[in-house]
């Protein structure tokens, strides 16, 4: 049996991993408009940047929650840190913009293997209860800080080298990482083992991901109703349909999908789904807003969102004490409705705005309530679940995440770029137009937000989470005993 030292010292190294995965979530947003020219992206393909490595991420996030728990956690989380660094490698030194979406999705891959692998090294190292939901809340502080920690590092490294090192800052990380996972992390696994990893699963629902998130992007060019879009929803869906038939059939299942049967791991997926959907848009617009509207550089634009980073932190260290004594439902309700309005508080934006009247507020609200969130949503989706399942259930909330993100920035960036077309024609200025398509993904953002809070309302009852709140109340009972 792990000491107490030894636990607390296996989530340190899973945090730095998962940690530079969300940091490159974000990292390169801040330095999209000098890869842009660098690579020559046009407008409409810059989003593959951060899509590509987002739909990759989600795809193969279920095979790799599946083979941690076959082929060993800590085994899976070595190999993705190690495929993470050398794509970052391959996008440090890309000379085209084939090469360096590619390199993103290979990216993707590695982080497929790592989030999973990480969440379920936590949740099988943790005992259910106030240890686990502290060492949770730790996690979701330093995975939701790390997407706001890189924009900041995004910006130093744009503004003081190159838009390279945002990808060359995670060798030594990475290399780190991978040394120490060798001696300090345990080769765990689930006793039963399938007989096999199902690759066509993976395949056809990341094919299916891929080809929606394109079909949205291609449908404000091609048109909604044209025979290229529809036939591209066709294939997609067929693919996705697929994927289920697949599950269903197989006697090694990616996804097991009685395993939905669980109305928490259910609900917090569909909840987070939405959640992500909306919370990307944040990062991804108000980052452009700040550089090409406010002209502010790449550095000053990082530092703009450094507020987020402790908000998240004061939100994640809230909801550790406030779900032993409020109950699990209501800090996730709380959360999502002041996320709500702090992104909905985004809208305001002017063209002549200032950072202290329209960006700070919204950032400061929303980043308290995604950490309020994030900390809930996570046990909701993980515990209650048998440990051979660990991760499994880790990799469907980790795709729910990276789907939604990239679902929903396919959405919001064909919105904005529709309503910043539309006001071009009508002979309204640049900024006034691209401002104004920005309220469109904001407002739509907030939506999603507020679709994510009904979900959660309806399909969350005090008798579903009576296990979860039990046993956070109980082990804190016991600590206060001791």
């Not at 660094?85 to 360096?100: P, R």
């Not at 190159?162 to 696994?189: E, K, M, Y």
Request: glycine residues 12%; positive net charge; proline residues 2%.
């Amino acid at each position: 049996m792990r000491s107490e030292t030894n636990r607390w010292l296996v989530l340190v190294l899973v945090c730095i991993a998962q940690f530079m995965v969300i940091l490159d979530a974000t990292i390169v947003n801040v330095a999209l408009p000098s890869i842009q020219h660098g690579l020559h992206f046009s407008a409409t393909s810059l989003q593959w940047i951060v899509n590509a490595y987002a739909l990759v991420f989600g795809g193969f996030l279920l095979l790799g929650g599946r083979a941690s728990d076959l082929l060993g956690r800590q085994r899976l989380f070595i190999a993705g840190v190690v495929v993470f660094t050398v794509a970052s490698l391959i996008n440090g030194i890309a000379t085209s913009s084939g090469m360096l979406i590619g390199g993103r999705a290979l990216q993707g891959l590695g982080a497929a293997l790592v989030s999973p692998a990480a969440l379920s090294i936590v949740t099988t190292t943790f005992a259910e209860g106030r240890e686990r939901t502290k060492a949770l809340g730790i996690w979701s502080a330093i995975a939701a800080g790390g997407g706001a920690f890189g924009l900041i590092i995004g910006g130093l490294l744009t503004e003081t080298l190159s838009w390279r090192w945002v990808f060359f800052v995670n060798l030594p990380i990475g290399i780190a990482a991978a040394l120490l996972s060798l001696r300090f992390i345990p080769n765990t696994r689930s006793e039963e083992k399938p007989e096999t990893a199902d690759v066509a699963g993976a395949v056809t629902v990341t094919g299916g991901l891929l080809l929606l998130v394109y079909a949205i992007v291609k449908a404000q060019s091609y048109g909604w109703g044209d025979v290229k879009t529809i036939g591209l929803f066709a294939a997609a869906v067929a693919l996705l349909a697929s994927f289920v038939v697949i599950e269903l059939r197989s006697k090694s299942p990616l996804i097991r999908l009685s395993i939905f049967r669980l109305r928490s791991l259910t609900t917090s997926n569909i909840s987070m789904l939405l959640v992500a959907s909306g919370m990307f848009s944040m990062f991804y617009f108000a980052s452009i807003y700040v550089q090409e509207i406010l002209g502010y550089y790449p550095l000053k634009a990082g530092f703009a969102f450094l507020p987020f980073t402790f908000g998240i932190v004061i939100g994640a260290g809230a909801a550790q004490s406030l779900i032993g004594r409020l109950g699990i439902r209501a800090v996730t309700i709380a959360g999502l409705t002041i996320a709500t309005i702090g992104l909905a508080l985004f809208t305001q934006i002017s063209v002549h705005g200032t950072y202290w009247s329209e960006i700070f507020a919204g950032v400061a609200v929303m980043s308290i309530g995604m950490g309020l969130t994030f900390v809930p949503l996570t046990l909701l989706a993980t515990t209650n679940v048998a440990n051979e399942d660990a991760g499994l259930a880790s990799g469907i909330f980790n795709t729910s995440q990276q789907i939604g993100g990239a679902l929903g920035l396919a959405v919001l960036s064909t919105l904005a770029a529709s309503r910043t077309s539309s006001l071009t024609a009508d002979g309204v200025g640049h900024a006034e137009a691209l401002t104004r398509g920005f309220h469109v993904a904001f407002a739509v953002g907030a939506a999603f937000l507020a679709a994510g809070l009904v979900v959660l309302l309806i399909g969350i009852r005090k008798r579903h989470v009576e296990s979860i709140d039990a046993a956070v109340d109980g082990k804190l009972v016991a600590e206060l005993a001791a």
